[in-house]
């Protein structure tokens, strides 16, 4: 919701090392999705906080890319002491602004946190190819230097993971940087922002501006702004892409998913059942790697259904904001709440069996919070809703095959292809589905196949735009540019030489 006043605190930008105050005459509300009480404001800033920004962040890239690379490396270092240092206070603010529970808040900065590890091997990392005597005399090499300023926009979901998957990366490679947080959950950005600044990072090579569409357009528009990195739902991923490359710039976007989970009947029905709903349920089922369509091949869904529709009914919903333990949490807006609310109702006006519906669960009683059950959608058929489109809440859909052949099909009239995963005993179901599936990552018997910080995050299809993917050596790869030199030094003529080496070698 846009708001005009209130009295949550607002939000600063963070401009060549220095929080300032917003141009922005809007503000959007930020949540306790626990409570649904307002615990800050997000200015909506446009051209004029964003050109600030970047002007601070290209004269600090002028000094910062001259740093030899194992002074910016020492910064991650110490980066990354501090955010272990800060680690509970970091997940606690996750949190506090997401709803996710402590423990998934934990996960998620221990996976931030690799990136930053990740980025401390830079200087090994970003060294460049040489090879002498590719002609006679002549030697050749390529050397990666950095881009200048980048960019980075990203969703609500993951509010401190996330933005680690780009700055470390970024910044270590020599670029600068400014983050526009998601405008739903900003405080853990702020909070990391300012340990940045502890670790010896000079002003103005990270930045923070703040803001929705207004600010993502002058981000595209910006003329020295030189690279994108976005992560999002496909709309906006797409429009992203399309934008920033029509304006000159490297874009790497990744957009929504829909993940397939495929059991078959010979997996071990007691794992899969727990992989299955931490999978789907996992913070809220608001995670791009989320399992949200299960299909049981053959017999598996005999089995599987009734112990999947027992376990998941058994998990506890409620506040996450305190010392309270529950398996998950609240989604992360009303808003959002209804929109997944309207999804289960079409799911079962389109002919699918509610196999159990979380819209009544006990926390959602008595509560401002934005709670939703578990719920299982059985089933469901390859052209429902439920099926096609991302739902990103704790919804998981059930489409029954008869073969692996026809899962497999299933994934082919997928338009997403960021996770897919099988749970087989089976080595050649295994390899057939791991060859076959269309998808860019791929779990056997591992629920949420996310990979760590030193390989890409690798979408296809609609669940990427772009040539390098984020994390891993693509990530070094996406900031920065490669210079290739070659070098010939003739041969003295005669004895005008002088020099006594090459006296003494004639
Ligand atoms: P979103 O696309 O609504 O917002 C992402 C960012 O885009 C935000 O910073 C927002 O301010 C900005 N934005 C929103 N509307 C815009 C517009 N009209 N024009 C320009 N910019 C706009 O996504 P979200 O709801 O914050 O996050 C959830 C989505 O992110 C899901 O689809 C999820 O699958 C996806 N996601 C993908 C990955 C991945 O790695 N593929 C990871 C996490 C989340």
Redesign the pocket.
Known sequence: MVVTSTKATKCQLLVGGKWVDSDATEFQEVYNPSTGEVIALTPMGGKKDLDLAVQAAHKAFLDWKEVPVVERARVMFKFKALLETHYEEIARCVTREHGKTLPEAKASVQRGIEVVEFACGIPSLMMGDSMANIARNVDCETIRHPLGVCAG??????PAM?PL?MYPVAITCGNSFVL??????PLSSIMIGKLLAEAGLPDGVFNIVH???D???AI?EHPLIRAIS????????K??YQNGTAHGKRVQA????KNHIIIMPDADMEQTVQALQASAFGCAG?????GSLAIPVGEAGEELLPQLVASSSKMTVGRTDGDQAPDMGPV?TRE?LEKVKGMIEKGAKEGAELALDGREVEAAKNSKGFFLGPTIIDHARPEMTVVKE?I?GPVLSVVRAKTLEDAINIGKQCPYG?GAVIYTNSGRAAREFKHHFNAGMIGINVGVPAPMAWFP?T?WNN??FGDLH?QGYEGIQFYTQQKMTMTRWFEPKGDAFQDPIWKAKK
Request: charged share 15%; glycine share 12%.
């Open positions: 926009i990203s969703p609500f979901n993951f996330v998957w526009k947080p998601s405008e739903k959950v803001g929705g569409k600010c993502v357009d595209i976005f992560v999002g739902s496909t709309t906006i991923a429009y992203i990744a957009g929504g998913a608001e995670r791009c790697m989320a992360i959002h991302e990103f960021n995050f979408g669940s990427f984020i």
